[in-house]
């Protein structure tokens, strides 16, 4: 069974520039959620898609949005990107998100560098 | 709001045993997860605890206590592999997948 799959791996960007981040959940998982991780502030939750529906919203301004997609697809995109932006984005797949062992699998990541 | 607090790092010896504590604040609780990520990869599941007590996989144990807003990850027979950060994360929200996560610990293992 292929894991969270995520692309692109590594992308360098102007500030000022947008950027669109891809992720494939694993087959079968209805749940996508995205979240940044970063030197000083550790892993932060940006948002939860389930069923093409945005479900849960962390504390990002609205340069950060995305979308799910019927086959339960994700992309994020943020605009007007700053250098504070660079990160590493991680997309996260589960079943329902719901029930015991809270077991959500994370992809490799998309390493944004802002410049 | 949310707060989870665990030390910054932990240095161990192979085959010992370590134990990282996790104090958490949440505004409601469901489960106090913990997560493994080896530097460049990807945070990996280890262990979850929704009620009191301990949950044992392998080497890797969790434990637990609601009423003092606790738990902790307690990694015997260390091996050299166990070297990473370790994250323990709550939900505040059934059914929901934003996981809260603390700081992290970062584990080295000393021969």
């Known amino acids: 069974k292929a894991g969270v799959t995520q692309t692109p791996r590594y992308l360098i960007k102007t500030r000022g520039q947008q950027v669109t981040l891809s992720c494939s959940p694993i087959?079968?998982?209805?749940?996508v959620s995205w979240y940044q991780q970063t030197p000083g502030q550790g892993l932060q939750f940006l948002f939860e898609?389930?069923?093409?529906?945005?479900?849960n919203k962390g504390n990002f301004p609205g340069r950060f949005s995305g979308r799910q997609f019927s086959n339960s697809r994700s992309e994020m995109n943020v605009s007007t990107l700053e250098l504070g932006d660079s990160a590493l984005y991680l997309c996260?797949?589960?079943?329902?998100?719901?029930?015991?062992?809270?077991?959500?699998?994370f992809g490799e990541g998309s390493w944004l560098t802002v410049v | 709001g949310q707060s989870l607090e665990q030390p910054s790092e932990v240095t161990a010896v192979e085959g010992a045993i370590v134990q990282i504590n996790c104090t958490y604040q949440?505004?409601?609780?469901?489960?106090l997860s913990w997560y493994q990520q080896h530097d460049g990869g990807a945070p990996t599941f280890l262990s979850y605890?929704?009620?009191?007590g301990l949950e044992e996989t392998g080497r890797f144990s969790s434990f637990l206590s609601r009423s003092d807003s606790y738990g902790y990850l307690l990694l015997q027979e260390l091996q050299m592999k166990d070297s990473a950060s370790y994250f323990c994360?709550?939900?505040?929200?059934?059914?929901?997948?934003?996981?809260?996560f603390g700081t992290g610990t970062r584990l080295t293992v000393i021969p």
């Open positions: 898609y389930f069923s093409e529906t945005q479900r």
């Open positions: 605890n929704g009620l009191d």
């Open positions: 949440t505004s409601g609780f469901y489960g």
């Open positions: 087959s079968g998982h209805r749940s």
């Open positions: 996260a797949s589960s079943l329902d998100g719901a029930g015991r062992g809270n077991t959500i699998y």
């Open positions: 994360a709550v939900r505040d929200q059934t059914g929901a997948n934003n996981l809260f």
